[in-house]
């Protein structure tokens, strides 16, 4: 909780951010066709479903906020109507704060007007003035799929205000007088509030600020009062901090269902995007990522990918690019009318600095770790393996599948080849030069698999250098097993 008095040059300096059209960009950002559709969004009031908001489209049909629904069908043919999740605005509003960290550590939730406020006057000198970074807020929140408006000023309640009109106001003594030639409706007072102000005259914010007080609180009620006082920042406002959660969780609605794999990766780009912002902001990373699928046709039919990395990473572009490895082999049974993306565990972060001039002995085993990810990706987790060694005499029992990145705990052996066959293969030996041997291996009478060979180093007649051994028993001949590279 903060206790906040804005001071005149050093105090703090706070940056909001709204979302007026929040709950259609949760119903649209999932799909950028629909841009040229209209699209409106519904909900209930006392006088039955009404609508909350629309795209331009539908606007340039005649469609407006607070029109009734019904009015609305009449106006436009082929207009798609989605009812309000408000559970989904607050979820969204929450992920929007933990994303905002990244550009500040003081930042506050005011889900009822469905905005942001984060302190940027101890960033000023990383991310430049506050209107430099809220042109960069911007632009990033719309590659994300979110519209805003922003403002700033010495407190929170007048960069709400400000925010209503795009004014940044930096200097705390002329709050006031820049805050009063403000029309009377910026006020974040109730509806019955600004009509009995409208009522006894009142028509901008200076009026009000001219008002005694006391006077003030007996006519309109003490809380009328407290919020000026909280305004002009001649009261400390209390503001209750934000905490990001270790964790990550968003999902996109699809208007138009997702028939092919290809068609998920633009909604795709967009949680990712949100996703990499709120792991940058908590300096975390991930190292595996959840992604499941509804379908249109059945409400209990849905999907889930697993897609796995070698090493922690928040990078959106190496994340991106295991998405479309993973999506190119996908298979859809059905359209997708819905996606959700899920991080359940952020870990420590670690930055490498890599050498200008590759002088890291290490350098030659960082390329492996996208190598492996990319083809589990693209061929499955069980599909790529490494191999650890096994403390056995036997050649085909002298090794195990492994995890990759595991360690291989295995010592090398240049007497014997690295790849061998599946099965021995019967030979004859007359048909080999024998180059080295033989090796006695005599083992395997306590699991049943009991086995006594002589093994020999042999080139072929082509000049391959092949691995052979004559068995004793259980099946006297000549084998071959392995072949050296």
Not at 50 to 73: K, Q, S
Not at 77 to 87: H, K, N, T
Not at 122 to 129: P, T
Not at 428 to 448: Q, T
């Amino acid at each position: 909780m903060w206790a906040l008095r804005p001071e005149s040059k050093t105090g703090p300096l706070w940056l909001a951010l709204q979302f007026p059209h929040l709950s259609l960009d949760l119903a649209s950002r999932g799909d950028h066709r629909y841009q040229g559709r209209a699209l409106a969004i519904s909900d209930r009031g006392r006088r039955g479903q009404h609508i909350l908001d629309c795209n331009p489209t539908a606007e340039r049909a005649g469609i407006r906020p607070g029109m009734p629904v019904n009015a609305a069908l009449g106006l436009a043919e082929g207009l798609c109507l989605c009812p309000r999740d408000a559970g989904a605005e607050h979820a969204a509003i929450e992920r929007l704060a933990s994303w905002c960290y990244q550009y500040s550590s003081r930042v506050a939730l005011l889900p009822r007007r469905r905005a942001l406020v984060l302190e940027t006057g101890a960033s000023q000198r990383l991310f430049g003035s506050s209107e430099a970074l809220a042109q960069r807020l911007g632009n990033e929140l719309l590659h994300m799929g979110y519209h805003m408006r922003s403002g700033s000023a010495p407190t929170p309640e007048a960069a709400q205000m400000a925010a209503r009109h795009g004014l940044h106001l930096s200097c705390a003594t002329k709050l006031q007088r820049q805050l009063g030639r403000l029309p009377l409706d910026s006020l974040y007072l109730a509806p019955e509030q600004l009509s009995t102000l409208r009522k006894m005259g009142f028509t901008t914010v200076s009026e009000i600020f001219r008002l005694p007080r006391k006077a003030l609180a007996r006519r309109m009620g003490p809380a009328v009062a407290d919020y000026l006082d909280r305004l002009s920042g001649s009261r400390p406002e209390a503001l209750e901090s934000w905490h990001p959660p270790e964790r990550f969780c968003a999902a996109l609605d699809l208007i138009s269902e997702a028939s092919g794999s290809q068609a998920l990766l633009f909604p795709l780009k967009r949680l990712v995007a949100e996703l990499c912002g709120v792991l940058r902001a908590a300096d975390r990373g991930i190292q595996a990522l959840h992604i499941r699928l509804q379908f249109a046709r059945g409400e209990d039919r849905q999907a889930s990918l697993g897609l796995g990395m070698q090493q922690v990473t928040r990078s959106e572009a190496r994340i991106l690019l295991l998405l479309r490895e993973r999506l190119e082999r996908l298979r859809l049974p059905a359209p997708v009318c819905r996606i959700s993306l899920k991080a359940s565990q952020f870990l420590p972060f670690e930055i490498r600095q890599d050498s200008l001039f590759r002088e890291d002995p290490d350098f030659a085993t960082q390329a492996v770790g996208p190598l492996l990810e990319r083809l589990q990706a693209r061929l499955g987790s069980g599909a790529v393996h490494g191999l650890s060694g096994v403390e056995d005499h036997r050649p085909e029992y002298s090794w195990a599948l492994r995890e990759p990145g595991e360690p291989a705990h295995c010592t090398g052996m240049p007497q014997r080849p690295v790849w061998l066959f599946a099965k021995p293969q019967r030979c004859r030996i007359e048909d080999y030069r024998v180059l080295a041997g033989p090796e006695r291996i005599e083992a395997g009478w306590w699991d049943g698999h009991d086995c006594r060979r002589d093994y020999f180093v042999v080139r072929d007649r082509k000049g391959g250098t092949l691995w052979a051994f004559r068995e004793y028993k259980p099946q006297p001949g000549w084998y071959l097993q392995g072949m050296f590279s």
